[in-house]
């Protein structure tokens, strides 16, 4: 599979330099620090927002109902990573067309013509594969399904470049400071946390790490302390511990950690129209100071192996 997602990065590269394709229809913009001093990715798999136009014709949903499972405007709330000596990985093509947070071999039934279901998968009976069947409201895209040619076209040119990249991200950061840590950057409606007892309490910040098992407990005390020290209220891992990016790039054990960061979309955005509140640029700069505090933490590459 290593094999493989090289040869398609490396194809995928030279398609785009011989054919000159646009930013937006390149899989995935790469920001880079002018000098790189962290072992800290910031990375945002859902803040995609281009939508073909041929995509859009396939689909029951309009241009806006069809924005529902976006993480919008996330990659703006973390572009300062670059200041503090971070790159920041911002994928381009929407979740509702392809979803980097699934594996590639999560083929929903359903929504892909040939497909044989491959036993209980909650996300794929959910309708939420690797090619998406509905939206986060449980709205479905299409009127009927794809083929099965259609969906492996959009892994082939929009999932393994983007993994591609973020392997060899990963792989040059723990070779140039001997560990790596992922910050894969998400949001979440209010309504996912705002029900049952967490009414009124509910956290603004959901940090996830498997449970334990996708990062260093230190380094998890760590991003929890600085989000409270910024006047956030956290939980960990309720209700969202972190799926396909954390299960497959969190190797502690091999000095290589992922933190999903889940923010609630009501802090800075009204959700009902898609749009930046009038809170944006005050919750934007209490993130400054958040993702400062964990760029430093990379800087140090002693700080976990002390602890």
Not at 20 to 42: I, K, N, Y
Not at 257 to 277: G, N
């Amino acid at each position: 599979m290593a094999i493989l997602a090289d040869f398609i990065g490396i194809v995928s590269s030279i398609w785009a330099l011989c054919y000159g394709c646009p930013m937006q229809d390149a899989p995935f913009t790469l920001f880079e620090p002018v000098h790189r001093s962290s072992c800290v990715v910031f990375a945002t798999p859902h803040s995609g927002r281009h939508y073909a136009p041929e995509f859009l014709a396939q689909s029951v949903l309009d241009s806006h109902a069809i924005r529902a499972s976006e993480d919008a405007f996330v990659d703006h709330l973390f572009e300062p990573a670059v200041q503090f000596g971070a790159p920041l990985l911002v994928a381009n093509a929407p979740r509702a067309y392809v979803d980097l947070n699934r594996a590639c071999d999560e083929l929903d039934p359903a929504v892909i013509e040939g497909v044989k279901s491959l036993g209980v998968n909650a996300r794929i009976a959910s309708g939420l594969g690797v090619v998406p069947r509905v939206v986060a409201i449980g709205t479905p895209i299409y009127r009927g399904k794809i083929s099965l040619k259609e969906a492996q076209e959009r892994i082939y040119r929009i999932w393994w470049p983007y993994h591609h990249k973020l392997t060899a991200l990963l792989d040059q950061t723990r070779v140039q400071f001997g560990q790596a840590i992922l910050i894969d950057c998400h949001s979440m409606p209010h309504s996912a946390v705002s029900r049952g007892p967490l009414e009124g309490t509910a956290p603004q910040i959901v940090l996830g790490d498997r449970f334990g098992a996708a990062a260093d407990e230190t380094l998890m005390a760590h991003i929890h302390g600085a989000f409270v020290e910024a006047g956030f209220r956290v939980a960990r891992n309720t209700p969202f511990a972190g799926a396909f990016i954390s299960r497959r790039y969190g190797k502690p054990q091999m000095g290589q950690h992922a933190v999903q960061i889940e923010i609630d979309r009501s802090l800075y955005m009204d959700e009902a129209r898609i749009r930046p509140s009038a809170e944006f640029d005050a919750v934007r700069r209490r993130l400054v100071g958040v993702i400062a505090d964990i760029a430093r933490l990379g800087q140090s590459g002693q700080e976990l192996a002390a602890q």
